[in-house]
């Protein structure tokens, strides 16, 4: 156990919709980064905020955002969904936010599109 | 950017040792993290290198060479529940920490 909380485990949905997932850092950690991955793509990164501000973007869509709580949970919204958003979402927190600092994940969220 | 290569899947007996490559080409290099994940489970942490050298922790070691952009990851004495995938991910320069992983080397282990 990592001690990255994230809920829900799974989501099934409909195109076309917009679900919301949140993720809890670890004890002390001022980063959280979100990550989707997909069978085909392999884990792919999608933003980094650390303390409550946008650090670095990655191929995160238009359709996605995320923001990052005053008491540094996190949340990623998905929306207008497309069968091609199925994947499993991890976030991952980290101490402060520098390119040596290890990332500890979370068990993932599950989002079926149907 | 960054292009990272994993061979895509390994296969090796129970108590032997495996060495998993990974070769990465970027503009910038912080380090290499290895990590492992077990299906549908989360990436868990391995190992880190940033300078040239080996590291060792216990049966798994980690091995980087920055000039020809080589890493490799050693399992020694390997145990049914090595079998999962293994990733190799790079920090790039500048800001942030978002990772570059590569698409994972699926090691099975077998009896």
């Known amino acids: 156990d990592s001690g990255v909380t994230q809920t829900p485990k799974h989501l099934i949905t409909a195109t076309g919709q917009r679900v919301t997932l949140r993720c809890s850092p670890r004890?002390?950690?001022?980063?959280v980064y979100w990550y989707q991955q997909s069978l085909d793509q392999g884990l792919q990164f999608l933003i980094h905020y650390y303390n409550g501000e946008e650090r670095a973007k990655g191929n995160i869509l238009e359709r996605f955002s995320a923001q990052q709580f005053p008491d540094l949970h996190s949340e990623l919204n998905l929306s207008s969904l497309e069968l091609g958003d199925s994947a499993l979402y991890f976030c991952?927190?980290?101490?402060?936010?520098?390119?040596?600092?290890?990332?500890?994940f979370g068990p993932g969220t599950r989002l079926t599109v149907l | 950017g960054q292009n990272i290569d994993q061979p895509t899947e390994m296969t090796a007996t129970e108590g032997a040792i495996v060495q998993i490559n990974c070769t990465y080409q970027t503009s910038g290099f912080n380090g290499l993290f290895w990590y492992q994940q077990h299906a549908g489970e989360a990436p868990t942490f391995l190992s880190y290198n940033v300078l040239d050298g080996l590291e060792e922790k216990g049966r798994f070691s980690s091995f980087l060479s920055r000039s020809k952009g080589y890493s490799y990851l050693l399992l020694k004495e390997l145990q049914m529940k090595d079998s999962a995938s293994y990733l190799c991910a790079v920090s790039p320069p500048g800001g942030g920490n978002k990772l570059t992983f590569g698409t994972g080397t699926q090691l099975k282990v077998e009896l």
């Open positions: 004890s002390g950690d001022l980063s």
């Open positions: 991952a927190s980290s101490l402060a936010g520098g390119p040596t600092d290890t990332q500890y």
